[in-house]
């Protein structure tokens, strides 16, 4: 059963006390695949057989809670059930079994064209759209020009829709889904098809929602917007959760899942990082989150693709990197020996003594150069390093108390 009742304004609390907004409880999806469909009612009555199917599970078993103020993020491969769950969660598709509840007006944005009608104009769909979400004609008609305006679709807005591309079928979509004010936004991977400057501009109608403490979501193939934007993600294969935790730790999940290893490399053509870790150095294990202060071993190899390319001293470079800025460089700089024609493999162990405290998660950053030019890099994100004690830095304060008449005040100050 999917029930939706009205909720509060979005100013609710935050953390483990929040409202709990959607609620999936044993949540099962069954669907029929047909063998061999009859095309015609002559063959449906007189070839039996040919209406013969099989039922096979999309989603088997999920159990799934999202609070006031969280942006989670479904991900996993293609076909695992994501918009399924997703269309379930809307009301759209009813669950084989199990129950839905969700709180709170909900604006979905889940197909490219749903709610819409081709043969109407943009202007008209606005119209048909709210309505299919709840909202009375005249709120539509006061939010009718801020929805165009963000739309930018003013030029086009009083043609059919069928004549529209995909992006401004996903631009009037989005338009409608953020402008009702909605207590849950969930969104499909149609931002995909928007070109780059709406998509940013999609990506801070989003933060504004999560400053707002509204409720969020989402299903993309992007790791990027996943760990940049989401405060948890869940990870669907086969129709069931696999993980549901930290963007970063759900990320690794699905690589692994995949086969893929998530560090990011580029490489000019003569050389590349094959392998990057960062290990606890007396028992070789990867690192989640060291203590500020402990040793580490960083380990890569790199693979020589063209060693008569190198005339010149090869040197690595260590960085972490906090965004685009580099917060730490780790010296020295290591001299690797120009590879001969018959060495193609150098493995590399960089010793880091103490490891710094960091500002949240950093990327850590190798790079390969000779002659001043880079010819190999890989990026290992999501190094955290939980710091252990307190900084104390110098610094001063000073008080000023007016009394109720002039020449009646006390000055304090103190240093440090």
Request: aromatic letters at 4%; glycine letters at 10%; proline letters at 5%.
């Amino acid at each position: 059963m999917n029930t939706a009742t009205p909720g509060p304004s979005s100013q609710g609390s935050s953390g483990a006390e929040a409202e709990v907004l959607i609620e999936a409880r044993g949540l099962s999806k069954q669907f029929s695949r047909f063998h061999r469909r009859a095309t015609s009612l002559k063959e449906r009555v007189i070839r039996r057989e040919q209406g013969t199917m099989a039922q096979f599970w999309v989603l088997h078993d999920i159990n799934l809670t999202v609070r006031r103020g969280e942006t989670v993020g479904l991900v996993g491969p293609n076909g695992s059930g994501k918009s399924t769950l997703l269309k379930c969660l809307a009301g759209i598709l009813r669950p084989t079994s199990g129950s839905v509840r969700i709180t709170g007006r909900v604006a979905s944005l889940l197909e490219l064209g749903a709610g819409f009608d081709g043969e109407l104009t943009g202007r008209e769909n606005i119209y048909l759209n709210s309505a299919l979400l709840g909202i009375p004609r005249q709120e539509t008609e006061d939010l009718l020009e801020d929805i165009i305006e963000f739309s930018e679709l003013r030029d086009r807005i009083d043609d059919p829709v069928k004549h529209y591309s995909s992006g401004q079928y996903m631009r009037l979509g989005f338009a409608v889904a953020v402008h009702v004010d909605p207590d849950v936004l969930i969104v499909d991977e149609v931002l995909a098809v928007g070109d780059a400057a709406f998509q940013n501009k999609c990506m801070d109608r989003i933060r504004l929602f999560q400053r707002q403490g509204k409720t969020i979501l989402f299903v993309s193939h992007s790791a990027g917007q996943v760990t940049s934007l989401c405060t948890r993600a869940v990870l669907l294969d086969g129709g069931q959760i696999r993980a549901d935790g930290p963007p970063a730790k759900t990320i690794d999940a699905l690589e692994d899942l995949l086969g893929v290893d998530h560090v990011d490399r580029r490489t000019t053509g003569s050389a590349r990082i094959a392998a990057v870790a960062l290990v606890d150095r007396e028992s070789g294990e990867a690192l989640e989150t060291p203590d500020q202060g402990s040793p580490a071993l960083f380990m890569a190899d790199i693979e020589w693709l063209d060693p008569d390319e190198f005339d010149a001293p090869v040197y690595a470079d260590l960085v972490l990197l906090n965004g685009a800025d580099v917060a730490v460089v780790v010296e020295p700089s290591q001299f690797l020996v120009p590879p001969g024609a018959a060495r193609s493999l150098t493995s590399l162990r960089w010793l880091i003594a103490a490891l710094p405290a960091t500002a949240g998660s950093m990327t850590m950053r190798l790079t390969i150069s000779c002659n001043g030019k880079t010819v190999a890099r890989a990026d290992l994100p999501g190094v955290v390093v939980r710091s252990t004690s307190v900084r104390r830095i110098d610094g001063s304060a000073s008080s000023f108390t007016a009394g109720p008449g002039p020449g009646t005040a006390t000055t304090q100050v103190a240093s440090g």
